[in-house]
């Protein structure tokens, strides 16, 4: 079986590694391939596309800066991607059909460890992109209370806009100092330690947070846009804490059922204007360039949107 991711500045991206780990755990025979846009042409996205599906790929992810784009030059787009605006994942048959998993991924984790129970206390680690907002929002509507952890105060400003109670402010490079500081504001905030970690970045943050964790907490591993962190396990037996990771595909791929139900819970939620596609910035097909360059650079709140019409 052959998929792939498609992006730029991809290179360096661990997700092969993953997959195909996971690949032989199942016994799947499976290639995958980076597809590094970086040099090309605006619109060889859309001719590769369809080559990969003539290729025989059953499909591919789909990051920075085409989330949004896709979603034009698909032949079908599933509720959940029409909802928030952008797709990430796409599954090629006869036709290709985008999907989105940020949402169902967070709501995933957070029903598989607590329910309908509300945990407390959330601390999200890079809150201030767009899966750091859906984060925020979900976890609001579930009732929890929100700390927002970035790197800017307009990022922490952003976040308390859209529903953070609190908000702290890391430093991009952090020696031990800093992670002890880090550490202690999450514990001052959460009165001793937070109840749930949602980590986007790893990196040197990780430590840190770990050590603010209370007392059966739980640290769900998203991604690690910082790097991958080296974790002193002797601290989930102080904690009596538990890692998780947390990989939507295989969950997608296995639990259907469950993953329905969570489709379902998300759709009420948009209904009832709980939870919503967060777009801060709009650029007209002539200013693609534009748009690309902001993502490039790391100025980006939330999701940008290309308008294709």
Same mark, same amino acid.
Request: with cysteine; charged share 25%.
């Given at each position: ?33 980076? *597809?590094?846009?970086?040099? +090309? #042409?605006?619109?060889?996205?859309? $001719? ?5 599906? @003539?290729? !025989? ?124 500081? *880090?550490?202690?504001?999450? +514990? #001052?905030?959460?009165?001793?330690? $937070? ?5 986007? @970045?790893? !990196? ?106």
């Amino acid at each position: 079986m052959k998929i792939g991711l498609i992006g730029n500045n991809i290179s360096s991206s661990n997700a092969p590694d993953i997959h195909i780990r996971l690949a032989k755990i199942f016994q799947i025979p499976l290639e995958y391939l980076l *597809f590094d846009l970086k040099d +090309k #042409e605006e619109n060889y996205f859309v $001719v590769l596309l369809e080559e990969l599906r @003539v290729a !025989g790929f059953k499909g591919v992810n789909i990051t920075f800066p085409f989330k949004e784009k896709v979603i034009k030059h698909v032949d079908n787009v599933s509720k959940n991607s029409r909802n928030v605006g952008s797709a990430n994942t796409l599954i090629f048959r006869k036709k290709i059909t985008a999907q989105n998993t940020d949402y169902s991924g967070f709501l995933k984790t957070y029903n598989f460890h607590f329910g309908k129970n509300t945990p407390g206390t959330i601390l999200v680690l890079g809150a201030g992109g767009g899966l750091g907002i859906t984060a925020i929002h979900i976890a609001k509507a579930m009732g929890a209370r929100v700390i927002a952890a970035a790197s800017s105060q307009e990022k922490i400003d952003l976040c308390v806009k859209e529903g953070a109670d609190e908000g702290i402010i890391y430093e991009r490079d952090m020696d031990r100092d800093l992670q002890k500081k *880090f550490s202690d504001e999450i +514990k #001052e905030l959460t009165g001793g330690g $937070v109840d749930m970690i949602y980590d986007l @970045v790893g !990196g040197d943050y990780a430590e840190p947070a770990l050590r603010a964790i209370a007392r059966h907490g739980k640290y769900l591993v998203i991604g690690f846009t910082a790097g991958i962190p080296k974790m002193p396990l002797n601290l989930t037996l102080l904690k009596e804490c538990q890692i998780v990771g947390v990989f939507w595909g295989q969950f997608a791929a296995i639990d259907h059922a469950e993953n329905a139900q969570n489709f379902k819970e998300l759709f009420e939620l948009h209904a009832e204007g709980k939870i919503k596609p967060f777009v801060t910035e709009t650029y007209s097909l002539e200013e693609s360039a534009k748009a690309i360059k902001t993502l490039e650079d790391r100025k980006v709140l939330g999701k940008v949107v290309v308008n294709m019409e």
